[in-house]
């Protein structure tokens, strides 16, 4: 799930607002580079041109790195700081100052970062916030308003800043949005570890091998969770207000046959299984026999659950003999198929 470019630009500016003492002009190299900073990582869309395959598998990867970060935002101050003739690494700083928001965003939602890469694979997730944010747009707006007309007002006449009524109104606003905004991450990151600490005490549906709390994927104002047992996986939601919760859909992970495992443990093996793991942390695996005998493997996604399915999807088919037939993955619904070769 991707964050808005939108999101992206309008909290980059609002956090550029309250550290400059410069107003929005498109004429301002430090504000030109911060903002393509908060946009630079989603570069990788590029990969989009080779197919949804490359590009699942690098979106977030080496630009949503620290190093790629260090990387791309040198890059940028290097070409506006021969545009402008203006000092590479104060332009450098605001790049990263994009970058870094860039990477705070997408690290808080569950999709997640290749923060360490090349040194780990891992995607590293918060999982506080969801995809669309209209509280933290709303808080970057007032910030951009209120440190942007503190900054165009006209002191002539006053003896600084603090002598001028407006500005410290103005300028108050600006810091009273930022910090709602430090409150807001933070109520969240609270709310999630208390849910998960009731979850654990009154979850009874078996013994817990794993709990996932994750933003909902279309509430702002729920939790979804992933509960494993030793037998079933279960996919759930609760509000962030109340002391209750629900269950969605319940799978099971049983594999009863020892040659039903064999396929499974030969899909996994492939390079479609071994492409979903690196995909996704959470995932299940399910095996079906099929009308005319062959073996079905199913990867699930367990993070994205939409309505009555899940987000991604892939599929391996194989023949009676054992022989691998197809191999599919589905993002986004389990009508699209991209083979896998």
Known sequence: MQVDPVTHLVVNTGIYTAVSDKGLSLDNPELLVASVGALIPDGDAIFQIFGHIPYLKNHRGVSHSILGGLFLSALTAMIFSFIFAHSFFILWAYGMLGVSTHLFLDWCNSYGVKLFWPLSSKMYSGNL?????????????????????????????????AAYPGYVIYSNLGWIALGLMAVYLFARYISRVNFTRYLKANFSAGDLQRLVVLPASTSLFHWDFIAETSHSVYIGQAPIFRRVFWIKEKLSKKIEKEMDKLFVNKALNSKIGKLFREFTPYYLVKHKRTPDDKHLVIFIDLRYHMGKRFLHQASVRFKKQGSMEEALFHPYHPERKIPVD
Do not use: K, N, Q, W
Request: hydrophobic share 55%.
């Open 129 to 161: 916030l969801v995809v669309i944010e209209p509280i933290l747009v709303a808080l970057s707006l007032i910030m951009i308003f209120s440190f942007s007309y503190s900054y165009a007002i006209d002191f002539s006449g006053y003896t600084g800043h």
